[in-house]
């Protein structure tokens, strides 16, 4: 259970995230190191000598053939992965104010992202060419103006708001990974602790040791009490160790992208204070939904536990109910909550004790506060419920005497 | 008199699957009370309803005095229980599982020793449990039922899966402990010469009901037969 729970998660996150982290900051830096272009220029005009010369100018070996057909050049060069090409006619169109091509030959030589990352270096390389002889025509034609006012005359500034807070621009490119984290996490740490606190009492059914538990000098109401604290600090350290591993695995594409050589003038990852966002509010609103959501779970996850003979069938009911906290999790995920309408508000609200500390979270994030209120009263209605009947559950004889009812109920159905 | 066992008119269904059918027997403080009977008989539905994990249907059934339905919690502070099939937990070692019995029934831990003695397991003991065989596991469990010293223990086929020198092992310490420590003890067992070497008194049970109780010797007397296995015979009318 310590290995499944705790060590795997972590493990495999660290795993999976470290390689691609590697394989990613290896593929890009060797693809963007590679500071070797190839050139077939078949104009031989003054634009693309122009051109040509910017490349130049910008560190990067140039090696040009002219009048030559690159696409045969590509085919029989092992080395080379990438031609540009200008053609024939580029400065004559470029003179007589018409758009010219630059044509790019590309060999990709696997389908990993390396291949693509050469193709994207060169797809910049071309994009700030263009920028650079619309600057020369410009001066050319116009004179006296700054080239760059008519290229772009507006500037963009945004500001972005969530709950009121201004958050920095950057905060947009991490939004993905954070609404994601945000809503598996709960969903994986519900669904573990329903699948361990079933597995407590089925494996005491599979391993015999229930009937002599049931009879020590302890009450039953502390044998629930006992298994679920266990379960509860049982998933508060896999949930941390899934979250250091999800985060790192979340995390390995940027920290692949930092450890590249900056390109622009900022990386476009930048720490962004995410924690300032959230109010103490929402922050102690989450964690009562998280404590109570547990609470609940993990009775429901004894009370199947119970009815099953052996942990591989606890395991299977559990599945069957999965559904039930996955639908509304990925709705959540990708819904803000004012996009549903009060009938499925309030069908979120009734299933919020699986989802609660999502829905808490989320309403309060996008202002619902009434969603986020009643989801935490049923919650905590929810768990005193489920608390109440598994430990009735545990008093009667049932816990011994279900298995059998149902077994013999499905042997007379079958007949 | 307080019996350490007093059942009136026990009834037990399943269902609509009639168990027991107004089982009446007492058993006395500090004797060897055994269950005898075929599989199916109502032996351990008997001994669970005494041990309070099931509830009887109708009828009274005390442990010293106490109620076992409404006096559940009493109930088991008196008694240990060793069902037919019981298992340990497979991550703790023999020492371990001993020690934590010896802390719920907050007893002091010099005990366990006593339990590691019972279970004559040596140095397996400080194994864990999942390297067991079935025979290991099982002495464990009587000296887990045994060292906590009940006022009641109530062992279900105590010898089961055995052999022969472990069962007489066995037998021979429950003995010791019923007279030693007062312990009373109730048990089931299908093996006849267990019952008559072990128990001071005998009820003989068929489809749920009571046919026969007393000491070996009065069975014996009472139906001229040379054993108890003749006297089961006799008793229920011939296979």
């Known amino acids: ?415 | 008199m307080v019996f350490a066992v007093e059942i009136i008119d026990l009834v037990k269904f399943y269902g609509k699957v009639k168990a027991l059918d107004n089982l009446s027997f007492n058993v006395r403080e500090g004797e060897i009370f055994g269950l005898v009977g075929p599989n199916g008989a109502g032996k351990t539905t008997t001994l669970r309803i005494i041990a309070t994990l099931l509830k009887p249907s109708s009828g009274t059934v005390r442990v010293f005095g106490y109620d076992v339905v409404k006096e559940a919690g009493e109930v088991r502070k008196l008694i240990s229980y060793l069902p037919e099939e019981a298992g340990a937990y497979r991550f703790l070692t023999g020492r371990e599982y001993l020690e934590f019995m010896a802390k719920i029934y907050r007893i002091p831990s010099s005990v366990v020793e006593e339990g590691v003695k019972i279970s004559g397991l040596g140095d397996a003991i400080d194994r864990q449990v999942r390297t067991y065989s079935k025979g290991m596991k099982r002495r464990l469990l009587v000296a887990r039922t045994l060292m906590v010293k009940p006022k009641l223990a109530i062992l279900d086929e105590p010898t089961s899966g055995l052999d022969v020198a472990h069962a007489l092992y066995v037998r021979n310490t429950i003995r010791k402990y019923a007279k030693e420590y007062g312990v009373t003890v109730i048990l089931s067992s299908h093996n006849m010469l267990e019952v008559e070497y072990l128990c001071d008194r005998v009820a003989l049970i068929d489809r749920g009901r009571i046919v026969e109780v007393g000491t070996t010797r009065e069975l014996l007397e009472k139906y001229g037969v040379k054993n108890l296995e003749e006297v089961f015979i006799k008793a229920i009318g011939g296979v």
């Not at chain 1, 004790?353 to 202002?367: D, M, R, T, Y």
């Open chain 1, 1 to 415: 259970m310590l290995l499944s729970l705790i060590i795997a998660p972590l493990l495999m996150f660290i795993i999976i995230g470290g390689i691609m982290r590697f394989a990613m900051a290896t593929t890009f830096k060797e693809a963007l190191e590679k500071r070797t272009i190839y050139i077939v220029n078949n104009d031989l005009g003054k634009y693309s000598e122009m051109a040509i010369d910017y490349i130049k100018d910008k560190g990067f070996d140039v090696r040009v053939f002219e009048n030559t057909n690159a696409e045969e050049i590509l085919s029989k060069s092992e080395e080379i992965d990438v031609i540009i090409e200008f053609p024939k006619g580029f400065s004559y169109n470029l003179s007589n104010g018409l758009k010219a091509k630059i044509l790019t030959y590309a060999s990709i030589k696997g389908l990993s992202i390396g291949g693509y990352a050469v193709f994207g270096k060169v797809s910049g390389l071309i994009s700030e060419i263009n920028t650079y002889l619309s600057r020369v025509l410009i001066r050319e034609v116009v004179g006296g103006i700054d080239p760059d006012f008519i290229l772009s005359p507006v500037v963009s500034k945004s500001h972005m708001y969530i709950s009121g807070k201004e958050v920095p621009e950057t905060f947009m490119a991490m939004l993905g990974f954070f609404s994601a984290g945000i809503i598996v996490a709960p969903l994986v740490i519900v669904t573990t602790t329903i699948g361990i606190s079933s597995s407590m009492i089925a494996v005491e059914n599979e391993e015999r040791t229930l009937e002599v538990l049931l009879t020590l000098p302890i009450s039953r109401f502390k044998i629930l009490l006992g298994k679920l604290i266990g379960v509860i600090i049982l998933v508060l350290i896999a949930t941390l160790s899934f979250l250091v591993g999800f985060m790192f695995y979340i995390t390995a594409p940027i920290a692949a992208f930092e450890e590249l050589p900056k390109v622009g003038e900022k990386s476009l990852f930048e720490a962004s204070p995410i924690l300032t966002l959230f109010d103490l509010q929402t922050i102690v609103l989450t964690v009562v939904a998280v404590f109570f959501t547990l609470i609940a779970v993990g009775s429901l996850g004894l009370l199947l536990g119970s009815i099953a003979p052996d942990v591989r069938t606890a395991q299977t009911y559990i599945g069957s109910l999965s559904f039930i906290i996955f639908i509304p999790g990925m709705m959540l995920m990708f819904m803000d909550l004012s996009k549903f309408t009060l009938t499925g508000q309030v069908v979120l609200v009734a299933l919020s004790p699986f989802i609660s500390p999502i829905l808490v979270f989320k309403a309060l994030l996008e202002g619902v506060p009434w969603i986020a209120y009643a989801s935490l009263i049923w919650t905590i209605a929810f768990t005193f419920i489920m608390v109440a009947i598994a430990a009735k559950f545990m008093e009667t004889e049932k816990i011994l005497t279900l298995q059998f009812t149902l077994k013999m109920k499905a042997l007379r159905k079958k007949r």
